[in-house]
């Protein structure tokens, strides 16, 4: 019986819209992930370095050429522009309770279709010169534009029977807005910020390469295109994505902290 039962689980994984063990889909995805490493180091593909000569120039770079110190450069970039955009962001989509501030939460979050190449160049020309404040503003409104959007749906969304059941309980509009849009959607509005991180990070390598004063991944990684140096893309490449990582596992952290309503009923679709 518990053999069928653990073949059922196993199926599972194949069959559409059922409900998989944890400790299954743990070993699947260590599976995975051993097969992959075992692939990279067995199997020769064109072009694609092995993973130990990747192993070997992340050494070199983290030893000889300042991966930490670009790495760290980037992060602090990144965290900069990501704080402020919350910030505006949030203020923003949360003042839509305002009729008089749909409109304008709403051409703001459709700059999302414009260009960087011109907004590269009012903000260089115009705004900061260059350099340091010149990333930050890219980045800045690269990820408040999506972000916006995303936040702005979210209160949107909000359906008017919340706000009815609100008035109920006595509770004054501010009150309910309180309660009802900033409270009750913490948990979206911190997804939302957790899925926009990733895309600002990923944007990110680009964005440092418009000024390479100060350093950061994507100047390393520019640097080392012009000579096709494949491994060192790699392991520059490697230490981008466990920091992005890194910093979506506490994005992560932080909601279970703060809505862990939300996190138990994820789990409740789980056995």
Known sequence: MHKRSMSREWLNL??????????????????LAATFLILWLTVKIQFVPKLGEVMRYFGILWSTQGLMYHLL????????????????????AYLTVIPAFNPVTGVLSSFRFLSMTGLVF??????????????????????????????YSIVQSVQQ??????????????????EVTIRGTRHQVLDAIRQNMAIGWMM??????????????????????????????LAIQLASFVGGIGMDYFMGLIRRLLCPYA?????????
């Open 14 to 31: 194949i069959s559409p819209l059922e409900v998989v063990d944890r400790k299954v889909m743990k070993l699947y995805v260590i599976g």
């Open 73 to 92: 450069t980037s992060i602090k970039l990144f965290v900069h522009a990501v704080f402020y955009a919350t910030v505006f962001s949030c203020v923003m």
């Open 122 to 151: 009012f903000v260089q020309v115009k705004l900061t010169g260059g350099g340091y404040d010149l990333k930050f503003w890219i980045e800045w409104a690269a990820i408040s534009a999506f972000l916006l959007t995303a936040l």
């Open 161 to 178: 029977q919340m706000y009815d059941y609100a008035y109920t309980l006595r509770m004054s509009k501010w009150r309910a807005v309180w």
């Open 204 to 233: 990110l390598p680009g964005v440092e390469a418009l000024a390479r004063g100060e350093g950061g991944i994507g100047v390393m990684l520019i640097n080392l295109d012009k000579f096709m140096v494949l491994p060192a893309i």
């Open 263 to 271: 996190v138990r009923a994820g789990r409740g679709k789980q056995r």
